[in-house]
């Protein structure tokens, strides 16, 4: 279970959490697409962008789960706080908070992928899609 974080924590932590801004440790989208070939070496995926953009297309093996709904859905993320998570959005503005919220609730080893989507298709990688 997910242990949420203690109810005294400040409240610009509890309203802002969200806000796209600082930086986060980030891994460049040529990085990822080698570590995502070697099986021992795959991280846990975490798309944060809407559904609609997800069904466009995603990461193979990501987990959609909306920054909207994010902080109220932590005990439905059954990730391995011991394992690397990326977090993924469009540009790398979503995924900053996401970050931070992930290691707020124990998350040992969380990145963002460099970039975002727009980058990760610049490069050509692959993607899948959930259009009909």
Not at 7 to 20: A, D, G, H, V
Not at 49 to 72: C, D, F, M, N
Request: aromatic content about 8%; proline content about 8%; some cysteine.
């Amino acid at each position: 279970m997910i242990k949420t974080p203690s109810s005294s924590e400040s409240f610009s932590k509890k309203i802002f959490w969200w806000l796209p801004f600082g930086s986060v440790p980030e891994i460049l989208p040529s990085e990822l697409a080698e570590k995502l070939q070697n099986p021992a070496l795959c991280p846990q995926l975490l798309d944060v962008r809407t559904h609609k953009e997800w069904q466009k297309g995603h990461l193979p093996g990501a987990v959609s789960l909306p920054i909207t709904v994010l902080r109220s859905k932590m005990d439905t993320l059954t990730f391995d706080k011991e394992q690397p998570v990326i977090a993924i959005c469009l540009s790398a503005h979503r995924s900053i908070p996401a970050v931070r919220l992930l290691r707020r609730y124990g998350f040992q080893n969380v990145t963002q992928l460099a970039g975002g989507m727009i980058a990760w298709r610049r490069h050509g990688l692959p993607e899948q899609t959930e259009e009909k």
